[in-house]
Antibody, heavy 121, light 108 residues
């Protein structure tokens, strides 16, 4: 059974930095791209970033490009999201989600429960 | 980027009703259309992929149809556990991966 568990969410001030983690189990981690998707309070789903199975390719939403970095440690079956220069509009529940593809984002067939990031002065 | 537009944004229905949600893509996406269900306080769950394929464990009262730019999610007989928000998502031309705005299905 696929299991994903995010951690690292926190309350912080604008301009701050934070690293989210997602521990994965139940599948061959390095075969699949992994995604971060966020949901602001009361709003819809917004794709944030994808990293390929090997970790060699990454893709970002325009809203976070240059501020966020997605990475993975395939030896530890863990996905990361480094978030810098945080803004109030980054406040959201951040989900990690397994992709059915290995390289580019496709369909997200398993999701973690999410971790909450609040950016407020 | 491909834009996804869902309608309605919300609807009220009764148990046993047939419910249809539509999703329009800003350009043709073939059949690369996925549907997710999100219950309050829970993570989204993949419901249907590639327009009409039910994810494992999804009841047969759910079905998907369409191609090109117009798609639909149908619940043939609404059950109490189906009250949730539903999102469509295209996987034809990514990145970016784009979602519709969501349709909240509420109890009448």
């Amino acid at each position: 059974e696929v299991q994903l568990l995010e951690s690292g969410g926190d309350i912080l001030q604008p301009g701050g930095s934070l690293r989210l983690s997602c521990a994965a189990s139940g599948f061959t981690f390095n075969r699949y791209a992994m995604n971060w998707v966020r949901q602001a309070p009361g709003k819809g789903l917004e794709w944030v970033a994808t990293v390929s199975g090997s970790g060699s390719k990454s893709h970002y939403a325009d809203s976070v490009k240059g501020r966020f970095t997605v990475s993975r440690d395939n030896s530890q079956n863990t996905l990361y999201l480094q978030m810098n220069s945080l803004r109030a509009e980054d406040t959201a529940l951040y989900y990690c989600a397994k992709d059915e593809r290995g390289l580019t984002p496709g369909r997200l067939d398993s999701w973690g429960p999410g971790t909450l990031v609040t950016v407020s002065s | 980027d491909i834009q996804m537009t869902q309608s309605p944004s919300s609807l009220s229905a009764s148990v046993g009703d047939k419910v249809t949600i539509t999703c329009l893509a800003s350009q043709s996406i073939g059949r690369y259309l996925n549907w997710y269900q999100q219950k309050p306080g829970k993570a989204p769950k993949l419901l249907i992929y590639s327009t009409s394929n039910l994810q494992s464990g999804v009841p047969s009262r759910f079905s998907g149809s369409g191609s090109g730019t117009e798609f639909a999610l149908t619940i043939s007989s609404l059950q109490p556990e189906d009250f949730a928000t539903y999102y469509c998502q295209q996987s034809y031309d990514t990145p970016p991966l784009t979602f519709g705005g969501g349709t909240k299905v509420e109890i009448k």
